[in-house]
């Protein structure tokens, strides 16, 4: 198992930037994927962004693409998103999670963060 705690969330106003670390301690080697999904008040789960945790394509959900960058430090075990632009609809609890294949699904991913708040005033 992999244990992962993010940090980085806080209140910003719109257009503001916001970077979110994830540092991860365990077995990371047993591990392929790293990602970051959020949840919004009264919605499901969502996915963000992944990395591969050895190197590779990153991909991202069609809300965030060309605004939000996720990237990885291996050398500190760390995942990044840099989020850019940030819009009111981009508030929720953001997650970081780490699966053993490459995935979008909340189900494929098995190690998750405790989450950190994003909030975004207009």
């Known amino acids: 198992q992999v244990q992962l705690v993010e940090f980085g969330g806080g209140l910003v106003q719109a257009g503001d930037s916001l970077r979110l670390s994830c540092a991860a301690s365990?077995?990371?080697?047993?591990?392929?994927?790293g990602a970051w999904f959020r949840q919004a008040p009264g919605k499901e789960r969502e996915f963000v962004a992944r990395v591969p945790w050895t190197g590779g394509d990153t991909y991202y959900a069609d809300s965030v693409k060309g605004r939000f960058t996720i990237s990885k430090d291996s050398a500190k075990n760390t995942i990044y998103l840099q989020m850019n632009s940030l819009k009111p609809e981009d508030t929720a609890v953001y997650y970081c999670a780490a699966a053993w294949f490459l995935s979008t699904m909340v189900n494929d991913y098995n190690s998750w963060g405790q989450g950190t708040q994003v909030t975004v005033s207009s």
């Open positions: 365990g077995r990371t080697s047993s591990y392929w994927v």
